[in-house]
């Protein structure tokens, strides 16, 4: 019966997501809904029963369906019913999944150590369901969700506000548009604080000083050199020099074109004194043209058009950094920028949520800055998000973990908020992880050898396969329908959230080996040579990584041709696919036209990802490591020698259970002994997972 449930819930997920699709469908009333989900489960009970050879089981199967459906919607009744469906049966089938998965060692009668190795596969595969289920639930509580949570407006608070323009490095060029931009604020009482932040160079900043003099009274400037804290240390030092009557902080990056009406239209939210901050969405400019800056941008606007929205109906949003205003007292309160977390600001934020305030966001776009030019600027900028995000993790898990002693006043949504906001950098590893289980069973493959570990085998192999496809769709269906874009643009999203996989699980490792803020450094190319090599050298590992799985795939359809192993190396064809994405998107960025503006750009900060500081070498340590622990463990998997039942089939060419008695294929029929499967992540984020379930959401 356990089998049963595994295969008929993984179905009717499916099915599910297919439907939905349909347009009109998501948000359908429930008289038109509910028939359409009736039909659902009793075809996946069918399925089922038509799979297992069990007609009667097949038609009381939709019954638990149908109690987990009513139960889901109870707790969200916003939603709609065929999403409600769509959200239980992902749920129920990842948690049947994993304990079909968990008694398997059991029924293998594996000895100690299978049933250890077994288990903490079993941690990996519910850490990405988990994972796969919240961006899920993302997804679904933006687009069913009929009621939302919106603050209104003051339209006549005009409080005194104090905008800062921190800036390092900056091409003249780029600034003055920002700074003339702000100049023109349809506001009556603000200040323009602009502060560089150890720029060494004097033809650098001085033009910008003249530049703020140039400009009026509203503006001011600050040089400071040498001052630690990155930007969170100058902006502390900057706010200490601001008026006191200034109560009101906004930020904008130093390449940010922001809208004259901005201020009128956000401030009158703060008449509410319980509102610490306000953000508007982050947008870009100068993109239109070019197949992968297209790609970029809508991956970009993921974050803001999904997970923002479906974050600000818990209050649990993130203060971004840019194109947001914060109340002075309550940013005070929390003592300022924290200058040792290099995304001090989603960090303040959770900080000033602690106090039982309220953070607002305002979907409407008031600003458009520039994104990164190259693969190299993007990386550096993407491991500084996702160092930022396990540093927040490491100094608040004790307020993010509902039962551990909290001094924070957050509820149990925006604790899960920020703790899956923080672990989901996680899903990258996975991802590598998962890798490297395939490519050992690869190995083992052409070994004719076992792993000690858990096989599963017979119809449930389906599973993780029907989980990847449907992933897969459910991340560009929601991208396609937050974004309006094409087909492909929403695989060039896809696949930059991929390419950025190997960066991600560098960035986790060095935020869990040192808590200290660090900045990848990846090849820069002289400006005027040849592109293409520094493209391939700044991405030899993806590369690397890419044609391995390609060579495993392949490897295993060889030397052990079997439903099994087709279905494994169909999981290395997209963890090569994953991997693979970051040579394209290296070299798909080189192929960017230089405008005189873009060239001009190339040398901004914002588009390099230089900071003041560089990292010390100590990170080589952790990267060592993990390669040590990584061949001793497959060198150990390899040698161990499996513990079977005397009845076992020991003198059958199997790697897992299924054999030729069981599967009638010609050849010899190992299964892959680890059934690891795929769950992308776009947060940037892609991760292989045993679950096979693919979902998506941007991360910033």
């Known amino acids: 019966m356990l089998l049963e449930l595994v295969l008929f819930f993984a179905i009717a997920s499916a099915i599910t997501t297919v439907a939905v699709m349909v347009p009109g469908l998501m948000r359908a009333r429930a008289w038109a809904s509910i028939p359409v989900g009736l039909v659902i489960l009793a075809g996946a009970g069918w399925l089922t029963g038509l799979i297992a050879h069990d007609p009667v089981g097949g038609t009381i199967l939709p019954l638990f369906g149908i109690g987990a459906v009513i139960e889901t919607r109870r707790h969200l009744p916003q939603w709609s019913m065929l999403a409600a469906q769509m959200l239980a049966t992902l749920l129920v089938a990842s948690a049947v999944y994993l304990v079909y998965a968990g008694v398997q060692p059991f029924v293998d009668q594996l000895g100690l150590l299978g049933i250890v190795v077994s288990f903490l596969l079993l941690l990996l595969e519910a850490a990405a369901l988990a994972l796969s289920v919240y961006y899920l639930f993302e997804i679904l509580d933006v687009f069913s969700r009929r009621t939302r949570i919106a603050h209104r407006a003051e339209a006549s608070y005009r409080p005194k506000v104090a905008m800062q323009?921190?800036?390092?490095?900056?091409?003249?060029?780029?600034?003055?548009?920002?700074?003339?931009?702000?100049?023109?604020?349809?506001?009556?009482?603000?200040?323009?604080?602009?502060?560089?932040?150890?720029?060494?160079?004097?033809?650098?900043?001085?033009?910008?000083?003249?530049?703020?003099?140039?400009?009026?009274?509203?503006?001011?400037?600050?040089?400071?050199?040498?001052?630690?804290?990155?930007?969170?240390?100058?902006?502390?030092?900057?706010?200490?020099?601001?008026?006191?009557?200034?109560?009101i902080l906004g930020i904008v990056d130093a390449d940010y074109i922001v809208k004259p009406g901005f201020l009128k239209a956000i401030t009158g939210h703060f008449a509410d004194e319980r509102v610490a901050f306000v953000q508007t969405p982050q947008n870009y400019r100068d993109w239109k043209d070019s197949g992968y800056l297209r790609g970029l941008f809508y991956s970009y606007r993921y974050f803001f058009d999904i997970t923002m929205p479906a974050r600000a109906n818990r209050n649990a949003i993130i203060f971004a950094g840019t194109m947001g205003l914060i109340r002075r007292s309550a940013f005070e309160r929390v003592g300022g920028w924290d200058e040792s977390v290099i995304t001090e600001d989603a960090e303040a934020s959770l900080r000033m949520l602690g106090l039982g305030s309220v953070g607002v966001y305002e979907p409407t776009v008031w600003g458009e800055g520039l994104m990164p030019l190259s693969f190299d600027g993007l990386k550096k900028q993407r491991f500084r998000w996702a160092l930022g995000g396990i540093q927040i993790l490491r100094r608040q898990w004790r307020e993010l973990v509902p039962l551990a002693p909290h001094r924070l006043q957050l509820t149990w949504g925006q604790r899960l908020n920020y703790l899956f906001g923080s672990v989901h950098w996680f899903g990258d590893m996975l991802t590598v992880g998962f890798t490297f289980l395939l490519l050992l069973t690869a190995v083992a493959s052409a070994l004719h050898h076992r792993l000690p570990i858990r096989e599963l085998t017979g119809p449930v192999l389906i599973v993780p396969l029907a989980f990847l496809v449907t992933g897969v769709l459910r991340g560009l269906w929601a991208l396609r329908r937050a974004e309006r874009c094409t087909w492909g643009d929403a695989l060039r999203a896809l696949g930059i959230w991929f390419a950025l996989s190997w960066v991600d699980s560098l960035a986790v490792v060095r935020g869990l080996w040192s808590g200290q803020a660090a900045f990848l450094r990846t090849p820069k190319q002289k400006e005027g040579g040849n592109r293409i090599w520094p493209a391939i050298r700044s991405s030899a590992i993806e590369s690397l990584l890419a044609i391995l799985a390609l060579v495993g795939a392949v490897v295993m359809l060889i030397t052990a041709p079997a439903i099994a192993t087709a279905i494994l190396a169909v999981m290395l064809l997209f963890e090569a696919w994953i991997f693979g994405s970051a040579p394209w998107a290296s070299l798909a960025a080189e192929g960017v036209q230089l405008t005189p503006y873009r060239q001009i750009y190339g040398r901004s900060a914002q588009n390099t990802g230089d900071r003041p500081e560089r990292p010390s070498r100590a990170g080589i340590?952790?990267?060592?490591?993990?390669?040590?622990?990584?061949?001793?463990?497959?060198?150990?998997?390899?040698?161990?020698?499996?513990?079977?039942?005397?009845?076992?089939?020991?003198?059958?060419?199997?790697?897992?259970?299924?054999?030729?008695?069981?599967?009638?294929?010609?050849?010899?029929?190992?299964?892959?002994?680890?059934?690891?499967?795929?769950?992308?992540?776009p947060s940037s984020s892609a991760s292989a997972t045993p679950s096979a379930s693919v979902s998506a959401t941007a991360s910033p």
């Open 165 to 247: 323009v921190p800036c390092y490095n900056e091409p003249i060029e780029v600034v003055r548009e920002t700074l003339t931009a702000l100049a023109n604020l349809d506001y009556p009482d603000v200040i323009v604080q602009v502060v560089d932040n150890n720029t060494k160079d004097p033809q650098t900043w001085r033009p910008l000083e003249a530049l703020c003099h140039e400009l009026g009274e509203r503006f001011q400037f600050i040089h400071l050199e040498p001052w630690p804290g990155y930007k969170a240390g100058a902006l502390n030092e900057a706010t200490r020099r601001l008026p006191k009557d200034a109560s």
């Open 621 to 681: 340590v952790p990267g060592a490591l993990a390669v040590v622990v990584a061949v001793v463990l497959a060198y150990g998997l390899l040698n161990a020698p499996v513990e079977r039942p005397p009845s076992a089939q020991s003198d059958l060419p199997t790697i897992g259970k299924i054999t030729q008695k069981q599967l009638p294929l010609t050849g010899p029929t190992p299964t892959a002994t680890p059934t690891p499967t795929t769950s992308a992540t």
